[in-house]
């Protein structure tokens, strides 16, 4: 899980690395562009000072003074701190800006030469201001020209003017680091709540079937957390069902094994008659076993899904016709279609059927009704009845009314059964009293 974090983490510093330098390899390419550009234009409009200032100039064999109240007037025109040299490179006079300027310790000088051989300097200012255009340009128009404005304050104040240049750079590694450090608190939470749903997975895979993991949030992680939750509870429902099945199943096949057993030891020398009879139990016994094996495979099957695959039209009144007429039962109702696996639907109603000749004789009405969305089974006798307090755990598996096993036999599968077959088709099961005596119970479908 540390790996995951690791690689989550590097990869975010990747991209953030790689837009850092992406983001200064464009900005220094427009820079640079801009710089050029910059200097192109200050030298263009150098040359035109140049050839402006030199038209305006005495001659180079005027006397000193002449030129010096020339390049004065000019650089107040123009406010441009100004010097001029002679042919020879000598300094012939400096402006008062020029000196100020000089002496404040700062700016850039610029030399123009002028044709007549002098050369022309300009002290352009210092980083932390730029040259604006303010007005037109052309011949006496200088007087309102460029002039120097100050730039915004520096970008990271704190750094030396000659680092100045450098500050959006400094600026991105900042950020950078800045992202970096607090991407790792970030990915951690994340990569630590995937770890304990790891270790939720680990216990519960050791077999500790009631450990669920911790929800929080509700991303993708909690929504993880949460369908492993759900599987892990039907995962342990099913294997406590099948467990407690398989010790039920084992108890019960003690009874018609054990009797089979008897029966065999007692063929040995039994006279004809009752040989036959000892067949016949010996029988009895063999469908009994076949019986139970059938419905714990059935009841196996029906625990391992949620709803039935199949899904068939299925008319419940002439099906209820059908499995009525073999137990004398008295079928009334309307046609009623739901959808569903005949063969699983008819085995409830069969169950239900047996249920009640087995309990409550012959007196057995079946009655199928639709009304809304719905359609029900109702199958009533005149039975004993169910008290009222066992009325749900009768759809137990293996469970049986006290009394009732030694009566009328019976493992206690088959109204669970019919409670596992109808919640399969979207439905349920319940069992009420019946007026005079008798119990009901009512299967309820969705309608097709």
């Not at 196996?300 to 695959?309: F, K």
């Not at 007196?363 to 307090?389: F, H, L, M």
Request: proline share 5%; aromatic share 6%.
């Amino acid at each position: 899980m540390r790996t995951l974090t690791l690689r989550i983490y590097l990869t975010v510093v990747a991209v953030l690395l790689l837009f850092a330098f992406g983001s200064g390899w464009l900005f220094q390419r427009q820079v640079q562009r801009e710089r050029q550009l910059t200097e192109s234009a200050v030298s263009e409009r150098m040359g035109a000072w140049g050839d402006l200032i030199q038209r305006a100039l005495p001659a180079p064999e005027a006397p000193v003074n002449e030129q010096a109240a020339a390049l004065a007037e000019w650089s107040q025109r123009l406010r441009l701190p100004l010097a001029l040299d002679d042919r020879a490179g000598v300094r012939i006079a400096t402006s008062e800006s020029f000196q100020r300027r000089q002496a404040e310790g700062g700016g850039r000088l610029h030399a123009v030469p002028l044709d007549d051989g002098r050369t022309l300097w300009v002290l352009r200012q210092a980083p932390g201001a730029r040259l604006r255009a303010i007005a037109g340009q052309g011949g006496g128009g200088g007087a309102k020209g460029d002039v120097l404005r100050p730039l915004p304050p520096p970008l990271l104040p704190f750094m030396p003017p000659t680092w100045q240049g450098f500050g959006p750079v400094v600026l991105l590694v900042l950020l950078f680091f800045a992202v970096a450090a607090g991407a790792w608190p970030a990915v951690r939470h994340l990569t630590r709540r995937l770890q304990a749903l790891k270790k939720g997975v680990e216990q519960f895979g050791a077999g500790q079937l009631h450990h669920r993991v911790d929800v929080s949030g509700r991303d993708e992680v909690a929504a993880v957390a949460a369908s492993f939750n759900l599987a892990a509870e039907r995962i342990e429902n099913l294997v406590r069902s099948h467990q407690s099945l398989l010790a039920n199943a084992s108890h019960e096949l003690r009874s018609p094994l054990a009797r089979m057993k008897m029966a065999v030891q007692m063929l040995d020398g039994a006279s004809p008659e009752q040989s036959q009879r000892l067949k016949r139990e010996i029988e009895t016994n063999v469908g009994e076993l076949d019986a139970l094996v059938e419905e714990v495979l059935l009841a196996s099957r029906l625990d391992a899904v949620q709803r039935v695959d199949k899904r068939d039209p299925v008319d419940l009144l002439a099906l209820a016709a059908e499995e009525g007429s073999r137990v004398d039962a008295a079928v009334d109702g309307a046609s009623a279609t739901v959808t569903g696996d005949e063969r699983l639907l008819r085995r409830a109603l069969r169950n239900l059927l047996e249920n009640a000749r087995r309990y409550g004789g012959d007196d057995i009405t079946v009655k199928v009704d639709s009304s809304g969305n719905q359609a029900t089974v109702q199958v009533c006798d005149r039975g004993p009845g169910v008290p009222e307090a066992q009325r749900e755990r009768i759809f137990e598996p293996f469970y049986r009314l006290p009394g009732h096993a030694e009566q009328a036999g019976g493992v206690g599968l088959g109204l669970s059964l019919v409670k596992q077959i109808a919640e399969r088709h979207g439905g349920s099961v319940r069992c009420t009293g019946r007026d005079g005596g008798g119990s009901c119970f009512e299967l309820v479908f969705p309608r097709a």
